[in-house]
């Protein structure tokens, strides 16, 4: 079975001016390496949930797959087809199948245009609904999110946090998509309306057979909305799998010490891995560590970990971990 999405070896690399230090010493510009050969999958009607600290790169995967940037390396295939280097006419019928909610939903809608030319806006682009037909599509879809049709001609700053996401929400799947890029889209939300939200997304997704890349830093979301889940460290997934083989068995150290920041409330669920606990600062990844990325915080390392890059190490199900010593 072709997979939808199919994202293999992807490569973003941002370069960066020179400072001021650069300068006076005549280093030359460098290159900040926030993808470095990222390899994912999602099916039809399913959730993959993509975690890691803030910076290691998960947006920037979002946005290579939307092609809001242009990837340097690396294929991103939709239903089979590569689009990761089609021109901009060969991408717009295909811009209907991705779509996208950002986290902060306030920045993300225009704050002088009312809501509902929001929904709007990508129903005119993607569809001939016109007139009083396309006003009543995007009523339907605020009743859908959980909004009333008499609030469409209001404006972002008369809606709560959670309203606008729902709004956001709206917004993406008027044009029916097929993906959807979820970058963060709890992560600003009160955890009470926070489930809300997750629970809106979750029924849409059975609605309309969608699937989403949700992105997060929050593991205690994602467990609850992925099937499966990639855990990335500096421009690299370190781990993949099963949701409950890799939240019950982490295998990679970095996941182990992410899992034992994250609450765990029910005492007969810890495991030896919360004992793992991150030190030091994320390396910059304009300069990352050689052999593993994580070998300069890792508990665990020896020396062939700081020469030698891990391999992809497969435990069976799909349960991958690029560690020499797998836990
Ligand atoms: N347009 C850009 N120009 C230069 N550097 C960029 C650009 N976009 C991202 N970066 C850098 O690439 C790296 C990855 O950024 P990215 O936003 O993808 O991380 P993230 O995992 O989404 O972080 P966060 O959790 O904070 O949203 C960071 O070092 C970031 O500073
Ligand atoms: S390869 Fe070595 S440094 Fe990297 S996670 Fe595994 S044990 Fe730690
Ligand atoms: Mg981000």
Do not use: W
Not at 33 to 52: C, D, F, K, Y
Not at 236 to 255: K, L, N
């Amino acid at each position: 079975m072709t997979a939808l999405l199919e994202v293999t070896g992807l490569v973003k690399r941002f370069a960066h001016p020179r400072s001021l230090i650069d300068r006076l010493r005549g280093r030359p510009a460098g290159a900040v390496q926030a993808v470095s050969g990222v390899s994912l999958t999602i099916a039809a009607n399913e959730t993959l949930g993509l975690v890691g600290e803030s910076g290691c790169g998960k947006s920037t995967v979002g946005r290579c797959i939307l092609r809001l940037e242009q990837p340097d390396g690396g294929t991103i295939r939709l239903d089979g087809e590569d689009i990761s280097q089609l021109p901009e006419a060969r991408l717009r019928p295909l811009r209907r199948r991705l779509q996208v909610v950002f986290q902060d939903p306030f920045a993300s809608l225009n704050p002088r245009r009312s809501v509902g030319e929001a929904v709007a806006e990508p129903l005119r682009n993607f569809t001939d609904l016109r007139g009083a037909a396309l006003r009543e599509e995007v009523a339907r879809l605020f009743e859908r999110v959980g909004l009333r049709r008499d609030q469409i001609d209001r404006f972002p700053h008369e809606f709560s946090g959670g309203q606008r996401q729902r709004i956001g929400i709206a917004r993406a799947i008027g044009p029916r998509p097929d993906l959807i890029i979820l970058d963060e889209p709890v992560s600003a939300l009160d955890v009470s309306i926070q489930a809300q939200v997750v629970n809106l997304l979750m029924d849409l997704q059975d609605e309309f057979r969608l699937s989403y890349l949700f992105i997060a830093h929050d593991l205690a979301v994602v467990r609850h909305i992925s099937k499966r889940v990639a855990v990335m460290y500096l421009g690299q997934i370190v781990e993949t799998g099963p949701r409950d083989a890799v939240f019950a068995r982490p295998r990679h150290p970095y996941t182990a010490a992410l899992l034992s920041a994250a609450p765990i409330l029910d005492p007969a669920k810890r495991s030896a891995a919360e004992r793992i606990i991150l030190t030091g600062d994320l390396p910059s990844p304009s300069n990352p560590p050689s052999g593993c990325r994580f070998h300069t915080r890792c508990p665990f390392a020896q020396g062939v970990c700081s020469t030698t890059v891990p391999p992809p190490v497969d435990a069976g199900d799909g349960h991958i971990a690029a560690c020499h010593f797998p836990l």
